[in-house]
């Protein structure tokens, strides 16, 4: 219930220096990421399509339009919706492949999923965005308001995650051992630096977080458990190996909100719903991502003993 609040007044305290901030975090962790993948990854994924058909459906099929499915059946605040879209429409978050070694998933064929999924992003990111929105009515209205160019976003998520994995990948191609050294230091730096970020921000936006964050926390949660539930049953179905189930879980439910609340501010101007359901999930992704994964890890470890 708003109780009368208009949500889309509401300012995330985020200027063109965080968001460059932002920018410059996102594109490095990929380039970390990057420096553990080589060009016999995607050719092994070719020699199991079952599990890119599995994590591609998963990711980019399921997980969107169920998304809308649930969105038109709870029917949310228009621009929660909308973020709840834009969330469903990113690729997995690059903080995925930590999670998938903590739950003693598949890390390689999490790394390898990543890859895949930031160069799919390019084009899906912005359709199924672009398509679900526009299948809503209430959310299709606020896209009639908003020069969202689908090209335009292409290029901004292509400079952010498609160049620095091309870089990673040419470094890894022809310097391996460089790369080694590399991602040693940067890959935890990276990460680090992308939470101090999201510290600082809460921090800049405690007063905004203390008073409406009440509006999206039941959304998030159930959006992000609803986001894990889907990668579990897609990779049940298929009958793929727990380790395997596990990797796909996590992919589908860590999201690049981070990359999504970038959009937001790059061409929906901060929308007040939007970028507080984006912010939030930011945070709490990385939570239940931490709790899941400590679960599968200690299972895992008991069924050992």
């Not at 969202?148 to 976003?153: E, K, Q, T, V, W």
């Not at 959006?223 to 897609?234: D, E, K, Q, S």
């Amino acid at each position: 219930m708003l109780l009368n609040i208009d949500i889309d007044t509401i300012k995330i305290n985020f200027d063109t220096e965080s968001l460059w901030m932002l920018n410059i975090a996102l594109a490095i962790i990929m380039f970390g990421v990057a420096l553990d993948i080589k060009i016999d990854d995607f050719k092994r994924l070719a020699k199991n399509p079952k599990i890119v058909l599995v994590g591609v459906l998963s990711q980019f099929i399921f997980l969107p339009f169920l998304t809308f499915i649930a969105i038109y059946l709870i029917k949310p605040h228009p621009s929660f919706a909308l973020g709840m879209m834009m969330v469903a429409a990113c690729p997995g978050g690059n903080v995925s492949n930590f999670f998938s070694k903590m739950a003693n998933g598949n890390a390689a064929l999490s790394v390898s999923l990543t890859a895949l999924a930031t160069l799919l992003s390019l084009f899906l990111t912005p359709f199924n965005l672009q398509f679900w929105g526009s299948l809503y009515e209430p959310t299709n209205e606020i896209l009639k308001t908003v020069s969202l160019s689908p090209f335009a976003m292409f290029k901004l998520v292509l400079l952010i995650l498609g160049v620095p994995l091309a870089l990673g990948m040419f470094v890894k191609h022809n310097h391996e051992e460089m790369a080694t050294k590399i991602n040693k230091v940067l890959r935890p730096f990276s990460v680090f630096f992308f939470l101090i970020l999201i510290v600082i921000a809460l921090y800049d936006n405690i007063s905004v977080f203390k008073n409406y964050i009440h509006l999206v926390y039941l959304l998030v949660i159930f959006h992000n458990v609803f986001a894990y539930v889907i990668g579990y049953t897609t990779s049940s179905i298929f009958k793929l190996t727990k380790q395997d189930r596990k990797t796909i879980t996590i992919e589908t439910g860590i999201q690049n909100s981070g990359l999504g609340l970038l959009l937001i501010f790059d061409f929906f101007n901060g929308l007040g719903g939007m970028a507080l359901l984006a912010a939030f999930w930011g945070v709490w992704d990385i939570f239940s991502g931490i709790l899941l994964a400590t679960f599968w890890g200690r299972k895992q470890q008991n069924n050992e003993i």
